[in-house]
């Protein structure tokens, strides 16, 4: 299944673990090329996830996700096996930007006055070296204005749940305080999502669609802090009603 939300002509879209071909532990919509699943069946699924949204899957830019903040502006479609090693992606071109997560979260930005959009992925060590302000900046000096930026934030795996050690917390919260949290039984946390969240209106940012899934929670999607070996989401974004 794909959830889809379209925003003042901006669209997002988020998958969950169902309708691909991969098999256990990776079933069955693992899109992610990098965690010990078939080729061909991760080929398959990413054919099949942006057909379902009505795209070509060779207007689908990937990243090689490293937990980092460098952003790369991409001007054309990408040739198999060229996802530049970033964690954050703009475009002004009628392109789709992709961000894999399994816990992590997903941060996508969209313009459609000024056609741009942006897409980061967000871990722990992303929200901390600032990945969304580095992505942030990128679409302002494509063009893109604050006020006119419509932002998602996806399925990840929420404060409640993400137990770190308190000296890890302290670390993150010395940066970032909104992400300070505490787990459901007590124990220090992270909100990487609330963290996010803040970012975002620091940089005036204030459209945001927010998912309410919990990654670790839901067992209708990919969760590394559960399952350590195990497929990934995708979240996309795109302007206008169909690539082409």
Do not use: K
Not at 9 to 34: C, I, K, Q
Not at 205 to 213: A, D, G, K, L, P
């Amino acid at each position: 299944m794909i959830e889809q939300r379209i925003r003042n002509g901006a669209h997002f879209a988020f998958t969950d673990r169902w309708g691909g071909v991969s098999t256990a532990p990776y079933g069955e919509l693992n899109l992610g090329g990098a965690v010990g699943d078939d080729p061909a069946a991760v080929r398959e699924n990413r054919c099949l996830a942006a057909h379902g949204l009505g795209l070509d899957p060779a207007d689908v830019v990937w990243m090689n996700q490293v937990h980092g903040a460098e952003v790369a502006v991409v001007a054309e479609r990408q040739q198999p096996g060229e996802a530049p090693a970033v964690d954050a992606v703009v475009t002004d071109r009628p392109l789709a930007l992709a961000v894999l997560t399994a816990d992590c979260t997903p941060v996508l930005l969209a313009d459609p006055v000024a056609g741009i959009v942006g897409a980061a992925h967000a871990g722990r060590p992303g929200l901390a070296a600032g990945v969304v302000p580095a992505l942030v900046a990128a679409v302002l000096a494509q063009g893109a204005s604050p006020e006119r930026i419509v932002a998602a934030i996806g399925p990840a795996v929420c404060g409640r749940c993400y137990e770190v050690p308190a000296e890890l917390r302290a670390e993150v919260t010395a940066l970032v305080p909104a992400a300070y949290a505490q787990t459901s039984w007590g124990t220090p946390a992270l909100d990487v999502p609330g963290g996010v969240a803040a970012q975002l209106a620091e940089a005036g940012i204030t459209e945001v669609v927010r998912s309410s899934v919990c990654t670790l929670e839901s067992a209708d999607h990919f969760s590394y802090r559960r399952e350590q070996r195990t497929g990934r989401l995708a979240s996309y974004v795109w302007l206008g009603s169909e690539l082409s």
